[in-house]
């Protein structure tokens, strides 16, 4: 089994609300004193991909695409216990759309050559778009099924649970195939200190437009379809009335009598 | 680009009911059809749909193009896209909305993809640019810590929305419109997945997205025992117990009440939150709820920037207190 699995660098998505910042400017957004961290659904397509390795054995190759990339978070499905990482870092790959995203993640994918299986997270924290994964699949011409809870493997297939509004469809999908993941398969594993020494052997493979031989013009900000023309933060007026009271009986029932006078039950 | 023209929303349904988020996709279609003056169609894809269609032309359609074909009665991707291709290259719409369910998140990508234009999706607000007349598309990014408005130059212009962020249209039975069936020209080999089973997990009594008060518990409930106590209050209250994420990759709630961005997306009259601390993307699901409610023992947790009321203090031992009360309110 050769998996491939796709995963960024993004702000922390789970910073306090209050540490969020736009520069409004750039249409680009920061967590103030909160270092960026791997993306938390990619993190479940890494631990998915990692569970697979356990059963049918074969190899983890992560491909993540940005500029800046810090090599302790982009290192951490290393830790986790794939195999090799790709970057495919330059500021040309930068602020793209999923559609200019996908285009040089799934040239990467060709250059890399042999897989089975192509997993992304459901969709990322930041642009919470979830296209990445259905893109590559269009882009390489393969099948994909996304929000994967459960993912088997055996005959050349991959039988999926994917979550519905309702519960699961069981799907069962030809290799190779693009998969997307969801928090149901399980919390990612944590690096053991075998694995991070291990990582720190693994130099990542760092590529450039021209070594996927992909023109410049066709990724990044440049091959964006989507053209963002604001970005803002929506205001919450926050005027909470908090129930007053010395104990927690008087408090409840003061609360009662809030909701109550408001009509809200 | 004047070759496309008009709005088309794709029209989910379940046997043969239109879904609401079909009518909220069509409330929406309607207002930007009227904005630019130009009609409003339904594309409704299934096997044995033709009760559908009047109904999509009561809820604001003109036209309905309808696909009825075996091959389509549950939701497969290679299906769905190439029928959506084929109906889209034929009716050429400036504009296509869909629902961001579990079928529009996997539907609109590929379609777009495959179309040669992309997609915003989870809209919660669709405008027309009165100079440019190409859509304004605002979707909220970052877990909804911020919106985002794109347009794009590429034809057609697609969308997903967020549930319940549109309004639908009021029905009328006497509106008129005009049905085209289109012949899906699928062949089995053209759909490389294959659904095994459909499993339903659905909790016994009201589901989440219908009930008209709501009440949640986070990480702070600490396990399966508290829910209970959340399952008493909701059960006197005539709702539905929810959650935020946490509890559910626990185990101690099942997987189909998670509330938020990437669980379900409600609004109900009331929203009780306990031990929620009000992340973004949980509030992404709930933020549209008419009165929020938090009890949380942490005065700066975010959850109260939300709220219209609250308690400050341990849901153990507020929460217990809450409920008799609320049992002798309702029994006076
Ligand atoms: C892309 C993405 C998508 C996500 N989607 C969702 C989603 O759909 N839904 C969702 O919920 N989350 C989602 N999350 C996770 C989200 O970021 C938060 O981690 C999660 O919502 C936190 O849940 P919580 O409020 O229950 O837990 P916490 O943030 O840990 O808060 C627990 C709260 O309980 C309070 N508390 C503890 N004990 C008590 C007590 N005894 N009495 C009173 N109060 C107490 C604490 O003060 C605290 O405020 C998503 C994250 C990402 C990155």
Redesign the interface.
């Known amino acids: 089994m050769n998996i491939i699995v796709c995963v960024k660098q993004v702000?922390d998505?789970?910073a306090?609300?209050?540490s969020?910042k736009?520069d409004a400017a750039n249409?680009k957004?920061e967590m103030k004193g909160a270092p960026p961290v791997l993306d938390p659904y990619g993190e479940y397509a890494v631990e998915a991909s990692l569970k697979i390795k356990e059963a049918k054995g074969g190899k983890v190759t992560v491909l993540s695409l940005g500029s800046g990339l810090m090599r302790e978070v982009v290192k951490k499905p290393l830790a986790m216990g794939a195999d090799a990482l790709v970057l495919l870092e330059d500021e040309a790959f930068t602020a793209g759309?999923?559609?200019s995203t996908?285009g040089a993640l799934a040239a990467a994918v060709k250059k890399i050559g042999q897989y089975d299986l192509i997993l992304c997270g459901?969709?990322a924290?930041?642009?919470?778009?979830?296209?990445t994964g259905?893109?590559i699949?269009?882009?390489l011409g393969v099948?994909?099924?996304?929000?994967a809870?459960k993912i088997e493997i055996a005959d050349g297939k991959a039988?999926i649970?994917?979550?519905?509004?309702?519960?699961?469809?069981?799907?069962?999908?030809?290799l190779p195939a693009v998969v997307t993941v969801?928090?149901?398969i399980g919390?990612p594993r944590y690096p053991t200190i075998k694995g991070i020494m291990a990582a720190k052997k693994i130099e990542p493979v760092v590529w450039k437009p021209a070594d996927i031989g992909i023109d410049t013009s066709k990724i990044g900000a440049a091959g964006r379809?989507?053209?963002?023309?604001?970005?803002?933060?929506?205001i919450?007026e926050?005027?909470?009335?908090?129930?007053a009271g010395e104990t927690?009986?008087e408090?409840?029932?003061n609360?009662?009598l809030?909701?109550?006078e408001?009509k809200?039950? | 680009m004047a070759d496309y023209r008009g709005i088309a929303v794709f029209c989910e349904i379940k046997g043969d009911k239109l879904l609401p988020i079909a009518a909220e996709g069509l409330g929406a279609g309607r207002r930007l059809a009227d904005a630019l003056g130009q009609d409003l169609s339904a594309i409704v894809v299934g096997s044995n749909i033709a009760g559908v269609a009047p109904q999509a032309i009561m809820y604001g359609a003109s036209k309905v193009y309808a696909v009825d074909d075996p091959l389509l009665k549950y939701y497969q991707a290679d299906a769905y896209v190439n029928v959506m291709e084929k109906v889209v290259k034929q009716i050429m719409p400036a504009v296509i909305i869909m629902g961001q369910t579990d079928i529009g998140r996997d539907l609109a990508p590929r379609l777009a993809f495959r179309l040669g234009t992309a997609v915003t999706m989870d809209c919660v607000d669709l405008a027309i640019d009165p100079e440019s007349k190409r859509l304004l598309q605002t979707k909220p990014v970052y877990g909804g810590n911020a919106h985002a408005v794109f347009t794009t130059d590429t034809n057609p212009q697609m969308v997903t929305i967020r549930t319940k962020a549109m309004v639908a249209t009021v029905p009328d039975s006497l509106r008129k419109g005009e049905v085209v069936n289109i012949p899906a020209g699928l062949q089995a080999a053209d759909i490389r997945t294959k659904v095994i089973n459909r499993v339903l997990e659905e909790v016994a009594g009201i589901k989440i997205e219908d009930a008209q008060v709501v009440v949640s518990g986070g990480r702070g409930i600490g396990g399966t025992e508290g829910f209970k106590q959340l399952e008493e209050l909701a059960k006197l209250l005539k709702g539905a117990v929810g959650a935020s994420r946490p509890p559910c990759d626990n185990g101690w709630m099942p997987d189909t009440v998670q509330v938020g961005l990437t669980g379900k997306i409600i609004a109900p009259e009331l929203y009780i939150a306990i031990a929620i601390s009000g992340s973004s993307q949980h509030m992404s699901g709930c933020s549209g709820s008419k009165t929020i409610v938090a009890i949380n023992k942490d005065k700066e947790a975010n959850i109260f920037r939300y709220a219209r009321f609250g308690v400050v203090g341990d849901w153990k031992k507020v929460l217990p207190a809450f409920t008799a009360k609320i049992k002798e309110m309702l029994a006076s």
Not at chain 1, 225 to 234: A, E, G, T, V, W
Not at chain 1, 238 to 243: D, I
């Open positions: 702000i998505p789970e306090p609300p209050s969020f736009i249409n957004a759309d999923s559609w996908a459901r969709e924290s930041d642009t919470n778009a979830g296209q259905p893109a699949a269009e882009v099948p994909c099924v996304t929000l809870r039988k649970e994917r979550v519905t509004s309702g519960g699961y469809d069981i799907v069962e999908v030809p969801s928090n149901e919390e379809r989507l053209k963002i023309s604001r970005l803002f933060q929506p919450h926050g005027k909470c009335e908090l129930a927690p009986e408090l409840a029932a609360l009662a809030k909701l109550r408001a809200a039950f």
